[in-house]
């Protein structure tokens, strides 16, 4: 995959964000630049043209011994002639930098910071390199990593990790109960910004056919000559719709029943009958006199009809990996599966062997790491919106060897992948932060923000171009996979070095777009939290505007509640896990059956990220398994909903808006009216934390003494900010 | 569970049609099992962007007369080792808020509020199949479960199947 795919174990890690304790320009740039895209704009042509023209002049092009292998040249020419090497092998010189100055690979994350050992920050000063340490201790993870997460924990534990490859900067470590030890995954969903650099680490070979044998169960040849199965099946299913209406069979059962009763008898008097083919026959005879006696008699509808089946073993044609290219990470293409976990109904844990995977509509690569570790990736591109599974697209797993302890390991493994490695750090806590709300509160389009997001793309051009010059020396001579890789542990860097500066061109922006005068100000409002909400199982995002005012908000919802009805067993069952979560979430959880190719519209539309509420006018009356949030801003504080009015068919959210009436505004939504009004929350919602809901409708009296006995036992007295007792009603 | 004798006089034509074509009792076998309906959703342009087959239930929201629940089977799967099996939390309830409506030869036509065209006609070919194997999948569960199904009230499902 690509011309500069990378080796195991090398570049894009990164360390410990510093936060700069003050925001000042880097050296060479107008203090004003920060506000003042115009002049920085000049800053950039400046030092763009500086760095293209200062090493020729100062350094001398001086190509490095061990690289160069010549006489220390004092021009490009002489460099390149030297090393004597040609295309991707040439040693870089002056027309490399300046080339990759002007179009350098896009630095694919925010706010990253690469892990410059002392080899690839040559220009570094020791006492520059000792400032940088200090001040990376000066900024620890936002979500610290454990060691081992607890095994068997549903929900797992979630991290954030640095830079913006994962939405949200989100990923989960799961610990899987199994007989043979923990399966430890992390799962985490990559932005489709970053999966280019993440496929470059790959090499997919060339899939060729391979003959294998399979055990399968199949049916009797006779039976599929005559039918037995199809016909029987007809008479079973005509029939049952009459019992379960509780209606007389009509005319079209007996007929099928008839048809079916004859073809199974044709068989059975066939002469000389195998041993096997008497039995099937004999086996579609009982359900077709079953089917007879219940056409007399009526009654309850009869247990699940199989066709009669034997195993078998057959050789079938697959298509199994070809080598793979080398200095890459070996990679299969295959149809795409998740985790087939299960939660025990006995200890309420997950539990995978590592190794059971259901189907999915779509491919992924499964990905060998080396070690006993694994990963396995469903990419954006391959995977076709209209055809395949929208919400599986990105998500990727890291897999542990079997055994507790690798947490950390996890985190690191990324690396491997070309994706940041680090815990985010509280200055891209702050940028994560930014960016959700002004993605929730709809400020892209507000006065000067463009222009703010430009400026903060300059300033980490401008770092770039500053980190090249300074460090020409040693990127002079390089072949050109590693010059590739350099510069882009060189954007990284930049990145994480532009970070607080950048946080505060945002900053000053989203003030001024929502009225705050200025970023202090805002920074120092009540509602302003640029770190996430851990409630133990979600980490969620807040939007300041609701979270410092939430006084208009909870009026213009007075009346209105939202509420969510559960089905099924009912919310017993729910609560044992004590979330409301997605159906791709339910997935990891191993509390849902994944079925088949799952041409399943809330997956095709994204809707399977989110679980979803509806608002309505705190009715008189509440069914059962109605669970309500009475004071909605307890959950839109969060910045990751939108909502339509109506129910909309096969719409993605990143399409929706102009259409279909999508929006993220609280406001809107209170006046959200239509029943089948949706708002829609990623990943889902804590039952148990400070978003749970505020009333719980029980069935019965059975029902809500059974919820009071599961939160006893679990020493749970409140949920929210009520006694459970005033939270459980009945219906 | 609803009586799929039961009259729906009183109703627009265009509804009496769709509560026959949900039923399955246009079916030329006269038995409801061998038909049924499926709905394609088309964008104002016309783009379809949604097709599945529909479950013998639906319902007119208590309190919105211009909103039918209904129930649309996607996914899915069927071996001879596990029989027809459903995601239930997947096969969710879905509503159609509709401005008008209208029986166009043999489908209903409905414009719906929010700009989307839907279209419910007999289910044919793999949607027809889709409903068949999700008539087998129902009888392997209870029938509070399947009564629990046609009342269309539920949001999620958690339980077995889910």
Known sequence: MGTNGKTTHSAYGISPTALAPALAPPSGVPADALTEPGLLDNAVEETAAEAAAAPAAEAGLAAPEADGGGDGGTDLEGANAAAGETDEGEPA???????????????????ASPDLGEESAPAETAAEMGTQEAEDHQDPPLTPVPDAPPAGSPTGVPILVGGADFVNAQATLMAYAAPDGPREVLLAHVNEESESRLLESLAVPQMVEAEVEETVQARVPLDEQHQ????????????????????????????????????????LDTPGLSEQDQAMAQYYKDQVDLIGAKIASGGAPLPHFFPYTTETTQMVVKQVPGPAPEDTLAAQQRQASRINAELSAESGDACWDGQARSSANGTEYAIDLGEGWSAVYRPYSGNDVSTTEFSMRGQLEVHAPPGAGHGKELVGRLEQLNLINKPMTAAEGEWTYLTNNVTAQDLRDAPGMAQAFATTQGLEDMHVQELIQSRADSLIGLDGDTLHQEVKRIHLEAAHRSLPQRV???????????????????????????????SGRWLTWSRFDVAHNPAPFQKAFAGKALFHDVGGLGIADLFKTGVLASTERRATMGIQTEVGMSEQSDKYSGGANSVFLRISHSPAHLGAGRLVWDDPSVLLRRSDYYAYDEDNY????????????MTRDPLQIAQHHHSGNEIMFRDGIDL?????????????ASERDKLLAQFADRGITHLGSRPVEEVLRLA | MPDPTASTTGRPPWLERLAVLIAGDHAASGDPVDAGAQMSVAEPDGTEVFRAALARHHRI??????????????????????????????????SLGWDTGEVVDDTVVLHLRSGQVATVGPAAGEELARLQRWDRFTFRLTAAERRALAALDADSWHGSYA
């Not at chain 1, 061109?505 to 970023?519: D, F, K, N, P, Q």
């Not at chain 2, 649309?72 to 029989?83: I, R, Y």
């Open chain 1, 504 to 534: 505060q061109v945002l900053r000053e922006a989203v003030a001024v777009a929502t009225g705050h005068g200025s970023g202090q100000q805002l920074a120092a409002s009540p509602g302003y939290q640029p770190t996430p909400n851990l």
């Open chain 2, 61 to 94: 929201d208590d309190e919105d007369p211009h909103l039918i629940w209904i129930r649309p089977l996607l996914g899915g799967s069927e071996t001879l080792k596990d029989g027809p099996v459903f995601n239930l939390s997947l096969v969710r309830r879905r």
């Open chain 1, 93 to 111: 010189g002056l027309s490399d930098l300046e080339q990759l100055l002007e179009e350098p690979d896009p630095p694919e994350q925010e706010a």
């Open chain 1, 688 to 700: 148990l934390g400070a978003e749970a809901p505020s009333r719980i409708m029980c069935s019965a």
């Open chain 1, 650 to 661: 096969g719409i993605s959210p990143g399409k929706a808006k102009a259409l279909h009436g």
């Open chain 1, 228 to 267: 037995l199965a199809e016909k029987v099946t007809a008479a079973t299913s005509s029939l049952q719709h009459k019992l379960d209406y509780g209606l007389p069979a009509s005319q079209s059962t007996l007929e099928k029943h008839q048809e079916a009763a004859k073809a199974v008898q044709a068989v």
